[in-house]
């Protein structure tokens, strides 16, 4: 939290060995209250480690894609902003 806001980063998530990189900096700043993982990808295994990520951390969230049901890279990405709307809560995207 941030002068009483909630932080919220929300990363396109697709691919295991990139999250990989980014998973320790996100889990490790006490400020980001959330990270959202969105769900843009339908590689099996990437999927699952993302699921074992927010089994793992509790401030780890896995997005479904909320309108097109079939992930398609930057096809699809916007639809997960519609997610990011929380009153009082600051988004903050890295990918």
């Known amino acids: 939290m941030i002068e009483g806001r909630r932080v919220v980063v929300v990363t396109p ?6 999250l990989r990189v980014l998973a320790p900096h996100v889990l490790a700043d006490e400020s980001v209250d ?13 999927l699952q480690f993302m699921a074992a ?6 401030r780890v969230r896995c997005v ?11 096809n ?16 903050v995207r890295l990918d």
């Open 76 to 91: 699809t990405i916007g639809q997960y902003f519609r997610t990011a709307c929380e009153a009082g809560t600051v988004y």
């Open 34 to 46: 959330e990270w959202h993982l969105w769900l843009n990808t339908a590689n099996e295994p990437d």
């Open 64 to 74: 479904q894609p909320p309108v097109h049901k079939v992930p398609d890279g930057n």
């Open 53 to 58: 990520l927010a089994n793992r951390y509790p």
């Open 13 to 18: 998530a697709g691919r295991e060995r990139y």
